[in-house]
């Protein structure tokens, strides 16, 4: 299917569930609600037609609400949603979701590991067998993890060889400290998994969020591009958490240009067509 997608943003409301991660007082901008009717203006100015409504609470009622937003909203492609992969019964889980309103529209489950106190979250037993679950109800797994928990993301991808994973934020690099190891020595590891695939996303709010410039993110682009190539790397915005940094149009500006080695076909690929395929997107 024709069309760009931008395969990670977010929607949320303050007012009616709590949001832990946003306590901070530099969140404060962005604790507010953001919808559908927010985003599909900003989609459309920037030339998206479909994207991949993305968990921000371990709740299955906000799962349930994207759901129902998916099948409310033609430009919803798919949700990664969430269910406690810890649980005695993680398929039933999914599959009591699949048969909710907009059911059909869950293409993923995530779950905030880097927000765990135990950095090996990721490699234990229950959750890797979770995860496994995850990926035996043919759904993708979305990894939020920063260098502290790529080791464990490492380990959990080796005892999941048949699960498809998506790593998000390219694990958070610190750009606004130009720091680039550990991040690209594991960075390194987890790509050589072929069965892991990338999202250039999350990158403005890891730099400097007054003064970044798309050169500060160039070079953690540019080792993405050499590790996943055109065949494993997905656009995704990240709003709206990137208003912190960036506004919608900006974003996907310097995605353009920081990913315009690529080509051509490398472009239809990460802003379209590996994520289509990772997420097994139909609409």
């Not at 007082?25 to 037609?49: N, Y």
């Not at 490699?123 to 995860?131: N, T």
Request: one cysteine or more; aromatic letters at 8%; hydrophobic letters at 45%.
């Amino acid at each position: 299917m024709s069309g760009r997608i931008d395969a990670h943003h977010h929607f949320w409301n303050p007012q009616e569930a709590d949001y832990p991660w946003m306590a901070p007082d530099a969140l404060a901008p962005i604790r507010r609600p953001f919808g559908p009717q927010d985003m599909a203006p900003l989609i459309a100015a920037a030339g998206i037609t479909r994207t991949v409504l993305v968990q921000t609470r371990a709740d299955i009622a906000e799962t349930l609400r994207f759901l129902a937003q998916a099948q409310d909203n033609a430009f919803i492609a798919g949700v990664v949603g969430w269910v406690d992969l810890t649980g005695p019964d993680v398929a039933g889980a999914i599959r009591q979701l699949r048969q909710a309103p907009g059911g059909a529209f869950l293409k993923g489950i995530r779950h905030q590991a880097h927000d765990e106190d135990d950095a090996d979250w990721l490699a234990r037993p229950d959750v890797i067998a979770g995860i496994a679950a995850v990926g035996h109800e043919g759904l993708a797994y979305d990894l939020l993890v920063r260098e502290r928990e790529l080791p464990a993301a490492i380990r959990c991808v080796d005892a999941n060889p048949d699960v498809r994973f998506v790593l998000d934020h390219m694990a958070k690099p610190r750009i606004a400290e130009g720091a680039m190891e550990p991040w690209s020595a594991l960075m390194t590891e987890l790509a050589a998994r072929p069965n892991v695939w990338c999202k250039v996303s999350g990158l403005v709010t890891e730099a400097d969020w007054d003064g970044w410039t798309p050169q500060d993110l160039a070079p953690y682009v540019a080792r993405a591009i050499a590790l996943f190539g055109s065949e494993r790397l997905i656009f995704g915005s990240d709003w709206p958490v990137c208003l912190l940094a960036a506004d919608y149009a900006r974003v996907v500006l310097t995605a353009e240009e920081l990913l315009a080695p690529l080509g051509e076909y490398g472009h239809t690929r990460v802003f379209g067509g590996n994520a289509a395929q990772v997420y097994q997107l139909a609409r």
